[in-house]
């Protein structure tokens, strides 16, 4: 595994790269949280790899400190996390996962089918992905923030999944209702809320760390790719 390096007019970043054995699938960008592209991000795209695909995570803090990896273990991990996420520009940053994208449709090997995952931080930008960018489709987890972008839902034209954590504290009950009730009138979208679990369900090691609800996520997710980017 080795990172590629991207370049868009405002510079060049880095997008950790995860090859699979056997090409010929499609390829999935994989969206960080706040932590950067660390030892959680790296394994996650390893897993994906070994499911078939090509993925590339993109080092979308690298405007602020190119290379960032840090852990949920620590507060002044945390502090820094959080910094980030403030000082973060979001539409640079769709704008990194869309240059990404594209690298992604030129892989060797892959059949040209693009997917996004994201988690946190990357599970909104993967609903923004679906909304401004050409991917094929995405999957976001416990996104924070969607619910101030539903007036993009109508742009949505690719399938579209988005898991959502019960006890989630960043997003509350009426954040949830309103990411519902709108993504149901859009025909490719389906929002699975997964209940008494709270944002992070699914990262291993975590302090939410769920066991059900992320192998109920995951085989969701799993299937949802392999449907829409195998042969």
């Not at 080795?2 to 054995?21: E, K, M, N, Q, V």
């Not at 599970?123 to 972008?149: F, S």
């Not at 109508?154 to 999944?161: G, N």
Request: glycine share 12%.
């Amino acid at each position: 595994m080795a990172d590629l390096t991207l370049t868009t007019d405002a510079g060049s970043f880095t997008a950790y790269h995860a090859a699979p054995a056997t090409p010929g699938a499609g390829a999935i960008v994989l969206i960080q949280e706040i932590f950067g592209v660390n030892a959680v991000m790296r394994a996650l795209a390893d897993d994906y790899a070994a499911q078939g695909y090509h993925v590339l995570c993109p080092d979308l803090f690298w405007r602020q400190q190119p290379g960032a990896q840090l852990t949920d273990q620590s507060e002044a991990d945390w502090q820094q996390a959080f910094g980030f996420y403030k000082g973060f520009d979001e539409g640079a940053g769709v704008a990194d996962v869309a240059v990404t994208i594209a690298a992604a449709r030129a892989l060797a090997g892959s059949n040209g089918r693009v997917g996004a995952v994201g988690y946190c931080l990357g599970g909104k930008l993967a609903y923004l992905a679906a909304t401004r960018t050409d991917v094929d489709c995405a999957v976001g987890y416990y996104g924070v923030g969607i619910e101030a972008a539903l007036d993009e839902a109508e742009k949505i034209t690719k399938p579209l999944l988005l898991h959502i954590a019960g006890q989630d504290g960043y997003c509350p009950p009426a954040a949830q209702t309103a990411i519902a009730d709108r993504l149901r009138t859009v025909g490719p979208a389906t929002v699975c809320i997964h209940g008494g679990v709270d944002h992070a369900f699914a990262r291993v090691g975590g302090q939410h760390w769920n066991e059900a609800a992320a192998v109920a996520a995951n085989s969701m997710t799993k299937q949802f790719f392999a449907r829409l980017l195998k042969d």
